[in-house]
């Protein structure tokens, strides 16, 4: 029963397991191993499958296992639960391992590769045949003089623009991205149908290119971006992980850039001064709307 319930099959214990999805055979798996206390634990990509709150349970079992003493082996291109688990990574590349040590540092360095200094990106092979959108190139500029430029101060300016082609009239497709932070965090997804002039406006064969900024509040540090292709309800047809990376420098930043959270915005606050009138009573001295 417990296996059950942690897998979330319970409802279909009656079913052959054969008729399971592929999702629900890897969390039906996983429930079964982790529950058998093994000495060594191993698991390969169990996150990628199942909604949120299965995910989290799958964390905390691990997390549980290494507490106990014993070994959690985990196989993973999910580098933020990478780093919440383990203290230890090794990166494999081309069946080869790469890179062997601390955690923080290999998954730096594995997501630096290859983007690293990259203000320019081209697909080495065609794109668009399902959506009839071919992306040509992504490049990040700095958007006042258009040169290229992978630096950003903190609260400056640094522009996307991807550049692709329409061999089909389409009104429902449009490139997006992706911003991660260095230890594999999405951020946020960013479409150019957000323009809403443009959200299901027919876009007829041609090129055309899409600009957009990156948000100020961004914490100084490292950050990648994918680009992609998606329809109007986020079926992906293309996407390329990685391909631009930039970096957010503290300079001009007023306040410690260690603050908790991965966004670092300055809000605007309201403070207004009271002044005691009788014990227990207060009066405040302005006010909003003057």
Same mark, same amino acid.
């Given at each position: 029963?417990?296996?059950?319930?942690?897998?979330?099959?319970?409802?279909?214990?009656?079913?052959?397991?054969?008729?399971?999805?592929?999702?629900? =055979?890897?969390?039906?798996?996983?429930?079964?191993?982790?529950?058998?206390?093994?000495?060594?634990?191993?698991?390969?990509?169990?996150?990628?499958?199942?909604?949120?709150?299965?995910?989290?349970?799958?964390?905390? =079992?691990?997390?549980?296992v290494g507490k106990d003493g014993r070994t959690v082996l985990f196989v993973s291109h999910n580098m933020g639960a990478v780093t919440q688990l383990c203290d230890r990574a090794i990166w494999l590349k081309g069946g080869r391992i790469r890179m062997d040590g601390d955690v923080h540092e290999v998954v730096n360095a594995y997501l630096n590769d290859g983007a690293s200094?990259?203000?320019?990106?081209?697909?080495?092979?065609?794109?668009?045949?399902?959506?009839?959108?071919?992306?040509?190139?992504? $490049?990040?500029?700095?958007?006042?003089?258009?040169?290229?430029?992978?630096?950003?101060?903190?609260?400056?300016?640094?522009?996307?623009?991807?550049?692709?082609?329409?061999?089909?009239?389409? =009104?429902?497709?449009?490139?997006?991205?992706?911003?991660?932070?260095?230890?594999?965090?999405?951020?946020?997804?960013?479409?150019?149908?957000?323009?809403? $002039?443009?959200?299901?406006?027919?876009?007829?064969?041609?090129?055309?290119?899409? $600009?957009?900024?990156?948000?100020? *509040?961004?914490?100084?540090? $490292?950050?990648?971006?994918?680009?992609?292709?998606?329809?109007?309800?986020?079926?992906?047809?293309?996407?390329?992980?990685?391909?631009?990376? *930039?970096?957010?420098?503290?300079?001009?930043?007023?306040?410690?850039?260690?603050?908790?959270?991965?966004?670092?915005?300055?809000?605007?606050?309201?403070?207004?001064?009271?002044?005691?009138?009788?014990?227990?009573?207060?009066?405040?001295?302005? &006010?909003?709307? &003057?």
């Amino acid at each position: 029963d417990e296996i059950a319930s942690f897998s979330g099959v319970e409802k279909f214990l009656d079913t052959p397991v054969k008729r399971y999805s592929s999702g629900m =055979k890897v969390r039906l798996a996983f429930a079964v191993a982790a529950h058998l206390e093994p000495e060594i634990l191993i698991v390969d990509e169990v996150l990628a499958v199942g909604d949120a709150a299965f995910q989290q349970k799958c964390i905390a =079992k691990m997390e549980n296992v290494g507490k106990d003493g014993r070994t959690v082996l985990f196989v993973s291109h999910n580098m933020g639960a990478v780093t919440q688990l383990c203290d230890r990574a090794i990166w494999l590349k081309g069946g080869r391992i790469r890179m062997d040590g601390d955690v923080h540092e290999v998954v730096n360095a594995y997501l630096n590769d290859g983007a690293s200094g990259h203000a320019l990106w081209r697909p080495d092979t065609p794109t668009g045949e399902r959506s009839g959108i071919r992306i040509l190139e992504a $490049r990040l500029s700095d958007p006042t003089t258009d040169e290229a430029a992978t630096m950003m101060t903190y609260g400056g300016s640094l522009q996307l623009e991807i550049r692709y082609e329409l061999s089909r009239a389409t =009104k429902n497709a449009s490139v997006f991205y992706a911003l991660r932070d260095s230890q594999g965090d999405v951020l946020y997804v960013s479409r150019d149908t957000d323009n809403l $002039r443009w959200k299901g406006r027919e876009r007829v064969p041609g090129t055309y290119v899409s $600009r957009t900024l990156f948000p100020e *509040f961004l914490k100084p540090g $490292r950050y990648l971006v994918t680009v992609g292709v998606a329809d109007g309800i986020g079926k992906r047809f293309d996407r390329y992980e990685d391909v631009l990376a *930039f970096d957010v420098s503290s300079a001009g930043c007023p306040v410690n850039p260690s603050r908790r959270g991965l966004l670092l915005p300055l809000l605007d606050w309201e403070v207004t001064p009271m002044v005691e009138t009788k014990p227990g009573e207060a009066a405040l001295i302005g &006010g909003m709307g &003057g």
